[in-house]
C-alpha cells in the first residue's frame, strides 16, 4: 500500500488520489480564496524564473566614463593640470561630468523603457477563486491554484490534473518529445516515473495543443521542472533591431571619419605650431582639443536616442491598445507594406446576434438586438415541395417546435449571458453568446437544459474540422447524444439523415443543394452561419438515469471520427455582426498609404465579401479565393496574383503562413493577425505578427505585438505611429550630423588656413556638445505626430537610414556652418582673440538652435509654429539662457574665455546662423524622393 504522505513530500503528486493532494496542498476543487493565494504570494513570492538583473543606476553612470576618447581626454586633463592649467581642467572635468550625467539620464530612461516593456508583455492565466474563474498575471500564481487550461494556453506552473477533456499537451521544450501527449486525471500506480510518463500531471511553459482541463498547481517558480533547469539554460542576449544595428554600423563608419579628421587636425596643428609656446604645452593644448573635438564629434548619444524612442514609443503604443511585445516590431510597423487580417472581431465588432433560422424546410426570423434576451420568432417563408420552391409567409412561429436546435445551441456552449443593471453581456465566445440567448428568447427555460441532459463529454472546436461536438446523457429519452455545431457546408458532409417535420429520413442531394442555397443566401447579406446536427450514440442505463449518477460516470475516450460521422442534420442560424464604425476609415487610409489589405477568415466567401463591401475593401470584380482552390495553384503560380487577392475564405491556418511567404517573397513587409494554436507558424515568420487580445497564450507567445481591443483600426493607427517614430529618429539624427559636422569643419578649416589660434577653446567645444546632444535633441523625440505621414508610401526596409543624399546634405549643412562661423571670427579677430572666439562660439550654437528648428518635419516648411512642440521650445530657450550666461556673467566669462557681446554683435550673428534653419529646411528638397512631396 502506497505511503501518501511520503509521496507527497517528496512531490510525487501523479501517484496520489486528487482529494489527498487538495488536502495537503490546503486547497480546494473551487478555488482559493483571494485572501488566502495574497498570504501564499507574499510568503512565497512570484511565480516567475529568475533573470538576469538589470544595471544598477551606479553600473550606468560608472559606464558613462568607459569610452576610451573620454579616459584619454581625463587623462590629457590631468597632464593640463599639473602643467597648471588649473582652471581650464576643472572647467573640462566638470563638464564631462555634467555630460555623464546627461547620458547617464538617457541611458537610465531606455533602461527603464525596456523594463516597462517587459512588464506590459507579461502573460496571464485563468485560475478558480472562490469558485469564480478570473485572469491575474501569470506571476501571482501560487500552491494550491485551481488553473484552468484550454488550447493555446501555455502552462504557467506545474501543476496535478483534476479533470480534462480530450486533454493534449505539447512538452517538446522540456522533454524533445514532438507529439503531443494526451492527459488524464487518473492516478498512475508506478512510484517513480519518468517526466514523460506523467500523464496526470502538466508542466510549466509546455503548451496545450487540445481540449480543456482543471489543474491545482504543485509548483511554482524555480521549483517547476523547467525551473530546476532553468540555471543550465543560457540565458539569449537581447537582440538589436535592424534600425539599431543599422545606426551602429553607421555609427563606427562615421566616428571613423570623423577622428581621421580629428587626426588630421591635430597633426597639422603640430606643423603649424607658434614659435612663442613651449612644444610641451601647445602639444598638451592641442592633444585636449582634438579630444574634446572627438568626444563631441561621435554621435555617442545617438543608441539611447533610438532605444528610447523605440521604447517610449511602445508605450505610448500600448495605450493605444496595440502592445508591443519585442522592439522590432516597433520599428518595423512604419514599413508595413501588406496586411493579412482575421474577419470576425478585427473588422467587425464581434457582437453577435442570430437574425435568422432554418429549420424543417422554413426560413424563420428572429427580433432582437445584441445580447437582449427579449425577442419574437417570424415565419418568414417556408418550402412548398409541391412547387419545390420557397412562399413568403409572415406570421409569429410557435418556437417551441424548435426544440432541438434550441437544445443544441444551449447545451454545445461555454459561454455565460450576465445581466448588469438594464443590459446584458456575454462572458466567453460572442457567437456562442449569441446562440445562448436565441435560447434564452425561446419558450424554454434554462432550467428545462440544465435539469433534462447531463454533461459527458466536449470534443473542442479546431480550426481544421471547423465544428464542436459535446455528449450529453439525455435522460427525458434515455439516449446518449451527440450534439455537433459547425461550418455548413463541411458539416453536410459528415450527415447522412435529416430531420423532417419531427421525423428523421435520408438526406437527399436535393436536401443538400436547398441548405447550400439557404446558407449562400444567409451569408450574401452578411450573416455569419452555421450548422447543426446531432446524433443518438446509445442507450444509457436506468441506474444512471440520475444526473448525480451521470456525473460520477466514468468518463469514457470519444473516437471524433466516428463519433462526428452518420450525423443527423438540424438546420442552421444565420448571426449578423456588425462591421466597427472607424474600420471604413481604417482602409481607406491604408489605400493612401500604399498598404495593401487581405482577409483571410474561415468564414464564408459571401458573408466575408458583403462585409469587405460595406467597410469599402472589396470592389466588383477583385479576387476571392477558397482555401482549398488556393491548394490547387503552385507556389509560382500564386506569385502572379497574390498581391491582388482580396480574401481568401474557408481558410485553413497553414494556408496563412504560405501567404506570408508569398507575399515576402515579393519584397513585402507582412502584418499578419492570428489567434489560435495553429496561426502561431504564420505569426511567427510574419514581420509583424498581430495577436488579437482575446486570442491564445501561444499566439501572444510568437506574436512581436498584441491587438488588445481586437480593431483592425488600431493596427492602422499603430503603422502610423510606427511612420512618425522612424521619421523623428531619423529628424534627430540629421541635427547631430548635421551640428558635428559643422563643428569639425570649422576647427579643421581653421588650421589649414593657419589662422593664427583656434576658434574654439577645447571647454567651450566640450559644452556645445552638452547642449547640442543633450536637450533639443532629446526633445525631438516628443515632436507632434505628422498628420499626412500616412498620404505617402511605405519606406524601403532595406534602405539605409542615412541614404548617400543625405550624407551630403549634413556635409553641405556642416560647410555652410562652418564658412558662416569662420567669416565672422575672421571680422572679429582684429578685435582680439576672446572676442573673436565668443563671436564664433555664440554663432555654432545659436546655428544649432535654428536648426533644431528646421530638422522636425521630414517635409519642408511643414512645421514652422516653434510653439507646437513645448519641450523643445523650452530646451532651446535653456540652452540660450544658458549661453547669455557664460558670455555675460563674469566668473563664468573667466572660465570659458569669453567677454560681453554688443546688440550688434548679436544682430551679425542671428543674421549668419539663422541659416541654420534655412539650410535644413532647403536641404529636404534635395534628400526627399518623390514619394515625400505627395
Given at each position: ?166 486533454f493534449k499537451v505539447n512538452e517538446a521544450n522540456l522533454t524533445g518529445e514532438s507529439n503531443d501527449v494526451k492527459k488524464n486525471s487518473d492516478v498512475l500506480k508506478k512510484i517513480n516515473v519518468p517526466i514523460s510518463e506523467q500523464k496526470n500531471m502538466v508542466f510549466a511553459s509546455t503548451i496545450v495543443t487540445y481540449g ?459 502584418a499578419m493577425t492570428g489567434d489560435g494554436v495553429n496561426d502561431a507558424p504564420a505569426l511567427k515568420k510574419a514581420d509583424i505578427g498581430i495577436a488579437v487580445g482575446s486570442g491564445t497564450d501561444i499566439a501572444k507567445e510568437v506574436s512581436k505585438a498584441v491587438l488588445e481591443d481586437d480593431n483592425f483600426a488600431t493596427i ?122 565668443t563671436v564664433a562660439y555664440t554663432t555654432l550654437v545659436m546655428f544649432e538652435m535654428f536648426a533644431v528648428f528646421g530638422v522636425r518635419s521630414i517635409k519642408p516648411f511643414r512645421k514652422l509654429n516653434p510653439f507646437s512642440n513645448i519641450w523643445l521650445f523650452l530646451a532651446v530657450v535653456f540652452s540660450i539662457i544658458l ?52
Amino acid at each position: 500500500m502506497k505511503d501518501y504522505s511520503k509521496l507527497l513530500k517528496e512531490g510525487k503528486f501523479y501517484a496520489v488520489p486528487i482529494d489527498k493532494i487538495l488536502s495537503f496542498l490546503k486547497s480546494r476543487k473551487t478555488g482559493l480564496y483571494e485572501k488566502e493565494a495574497d498570504f501564499r504570494l507574499k510568503k512565497f513570492g512570484y511565480n516567475e524564473l529568475k533573470k538576469k538583473k538589470h544595471d544598477s543606476a551606479l553600473k550606468i553612470f560608472l559606464s558613462q566614463f568607459s569610452n576610451f576618447l573620454v579616459i584619454l581626454l581625463i587623462f590629457a586633463a590631468f597632464i593640463s593640470l599639473f602643467l597648471g592649467e588649473i582652471l581650464d581642467s576643472i572647467a573640462i572635468f566638470a563638464i564631462l561630468f555634467l555630460t555623464a550625467i546627461l547620458g547617464f539620464i538617457q541611458d537610465y530612461k531606455a533602461e527603464k523603457a525596456m523594463e516597462a516593456l517587459e512588464k506590459m508583455s507579461s502573460p496571464y492565466a485563468k485560475v478558480l477563486r472562490n469558485n469564480i474563474i478570473v485572469k491575474i498575471p501569470s506571476k501571482n500564481i501560487v500552491v494550491g491554484d485551481i488553473v484552468f487550461l484550454e488550447a493555446g494556453d501555455i502552462v504557467p506552473a506545474d501543476g496535478r490534473i483534476i479533470e480534462a477533456h480530450n486533454f493534449k499537451v505539447n512538452e517538446a521544450n522540456l522533454t524533445g518529445e514532438s507529439n503531443d501527449v494526451k492527459k488524464n486525471s487518473d492516478v498512475l500506480k508506478k512510484i517513480n516515473v519518468p517526466i514523460s510518463e506523467q500523464k496526470n500531471m502538466v508542466f510549466a511553459s509546455t503548451i496545450v495543443t487540445y481540449g480543456k482541463a482543471f489543474v491545482v498547481v504543485t509548483s511554482t517558480a524555480m521549483n517547476t521542472e523547467i525551473g530546476k533547469i532553468a540555471n543550465t539554460i543560457q540565458e539569449q542576449k537581447e537582440t538589436k533591431t535592424p534600425l539599431q544595428v543599422k545606426f551602429d554600423i553607421m555609427g563606427k563608419q562615421i566616428s571613423f571619419l570623423a577622428l581621421f579628421v580629428i587626426f588630421l587636425v591635430f597633426v597639422i596643428s603640430l606643423y603649424n605650431a607658434p614659435s612663442n609656446i613651449s612644444i610641451e604645452q601647445y602639444f598638451i593644448d592641442m592633444l585636449i582639443l582634438s579630444l574634446s573635438l572627438a568626444v563631441a564629434a561621435v554621435p555617442s548619444s545617438l543608441p539611447p536616442i533610438i532605444t528610447i524612442s523605440l521604447s517610449l514609443g511602445a508605450k505610448a503604443l500600448a495605450s493605444k491598445k496595440m502592445l508591443i511585445k519585442k522592439l522590432p516590431a516597433a520599428e518595423s510597423l512604419g514599413s508595413v507594406t501588406f496586411i493579412c487580417t482575421d474577419k470576425t472581431g478585427t473588422l467587425t465588432k464581434n457582437q453577435m446576434t442570430v437574425k435568422k433560422i432554418f429549420f424543417d424546410n422554413k426560413v424563420i426570423s428572429v427580433s432582437g438586438s445584441g445580447y437582449d434576451i427579449d425577442g419574437d420568432f417570424f415565419l418568414e417563408k417556408e418550402f412548398d415541395k409541391k412547387n419545390k420552391k420557397f412562399k413568403k409567409v409572415n406570421k409569429k412561429f410557435n418556437n417551441e417546435k424548435l426544440e432541438l436546435l434550441l437544445r443544441i445551441s444551449y447545451l454545445n456552449n461555454n459561454s455565460k449571458v450576465v445581466k448588469d443593471k438594464n443590459s446584458y453581456s456575454v462572458i466567453g465566445d460572442p457567437t456562442e453568446g449569441a446562440l445562448k440567448v436565441l435560447s434564452y428568447k425561446s419558450f424554454f427555460k434554462k432550467n428545462y437544459f440544465d435539469e433534462n441532459f447531463v454533461f459527458i463529454e466536449e470534443l473542442p472546436f479546431d480550426s481544421d474540422r471547423k465544428r464542436m461536438s459535446v455528449i450529453y446523457d439525455n435522460l427525458k429519452n434515455n439516449f446518449r447524444e451527440v450534439y455537433v455545431k459547425g461550418a455548413p457546408d463541411l458539416l453536410l458532409e459528415r450527415c447522412n439523415k435529416i430531420l423532417d417535420n419531427g421525423k428523421v429520413r435520408k438526406l437527399t442531394v436535393e436536401d443538400k443543394k436547398r441548405i447550400l442555397k439557404v446558407n449562400e443566401e444567409f451569408a450574401s447579406n452578411a450573416l455569419r452561419v452555421l450548422g447543426f446536427a446531432y446524433k443518438p450514440l446509445e442507450k444509457i442505463n436506468e441506474i444512471n438515469k440520475s444526473k448525480k449518477e451521470c456525473k460520477n460516470k466514468n468518463k469514457e475516450n470519444f473516437d471524433v471520427e466516428k463519433i462526428e460521422n452518420n450525423l443527423i442534420f438540424v438546420g442552421l442560424t444565420g448571426m449578423y455582426d456588425p462591421p466597427r464604425e472607424e474600420v471604413k476609415k481604417a482602409i481607406m487610409e491604408t489605400k493612401n498609404a500604399g498598404i495593401k489589405v487581405m482577409i483571410i477568415t474561415g468564414d464564408h466567401a459571401l458573408t466575408t465579401k458583403a462585409v469587405a463591401k460595406e467597410i469599402g475593401l472589396y470592389n466588383k470584380g477583385d479576387k476571392i479565393l477558397l482555401g482549398e482552390e488556393l491548394d490547387s495553384f503552385s507556389d509560382d503560380e500564386l506569385l502572379n496574383f497574390i498581391e491582388d487577392i482580396k480574401i481568401i475564405a474557408r481558410a485553413l491556418p497553414i494556408q496563412k503562413l504560405r501567404v506570408v511567404k508569398l507575399l515576402q517573397k515579393k519584397g513585402h513587409i507582412v502584418a499578419m493577425t492570428g489567434d489560435g494554436v495553429n496561426d502561431a507558424p504564420a505569426l511567427k515568420k510574419a514581420d509583424i505578427g498581430i495577436a488579437v487580445g482575446s486570442g491564445t497564450d501561444i499566439a501572444k507567445e510568437v506574436s512581436k505585438a498584441v491587438l488588445e481591443d481586437d480593431n483592425f483600426a488600431t493596427i492602422v493607427n499603430a503603422i502610423s505611429y510606427g511612420r512618425n517614430m522612424y521619421d523623428k529618429i531619423i529628424n534627430s539624427t540629421r541635427y547631430l550630423l548635421a551640428c558635428n559636422s559643422g563643428e569639425i569643419l570649422t576647427i579643421f578649416t581653421a588650421i589649414i588656413l593657419k589662422y593664427s589660434i583656434i576658434p574654439l577653446l577645447p571647454i567651450q567645444i566640450l559644452l556645445m556638445n552638452l547642449i547640442t546632444d543633450g536637450l533639443p535633441a532629446l526633445a525631438l523625440g516628443v515632436e507632434p505626430e505628422d498628420k499626412d505621414v500616412m498620404n505617402r508610401p511605405p519606406r524601403d526596409p532595406k534602405e539605409n537610414p542615412i541614404t548617400k543624399k543625405t550624407l551630403f546634405m549634413i556635409l553641405m549643412f556642416g560647410v555652410v556652418m562652418a564658412s558662416g562661423t569662420l567669416f565672422l571670427f575672421h571680422k572679429y579677430l582684429p578685435l582680439g582673440d576672446t572676442y573673436a572666439r565668443t563671436v564664433a562660439y555664440t554663432t555654432l550654437v545659436m546655428f544649432e538652435m535654428f536648426a533644431v528648428f528646421g530638422v522636425r518635419s521630414i517635409k519642408p516648411f511643414r512645421k514652422l509654429n516653434p510653439f507646437s512642440n513645448i519641450w523643445l521650445f523650452l530646451a532651446v530657450v535653456f540652452s540660450i539662457i544658458l549661453q547669455l550666461f557664460i558670455v555675460y556673467n563674469p566668473f563664468l566669462q573667466t572660465i570659458f574665455h569669453t567677454t560681453a557681446l554688443t546688440v550688434y554683435d548679436w544682430l551679425n550673428i542671428i543674421l549668419i546662423s539663422s541659416f541654420g534653419f534655412f539650410g535644413m529646411e532647403l536641404g529636404k528638397f534635395f534628400i526627399n524622393d518623390e514619394k515625400y512631396k505627395k
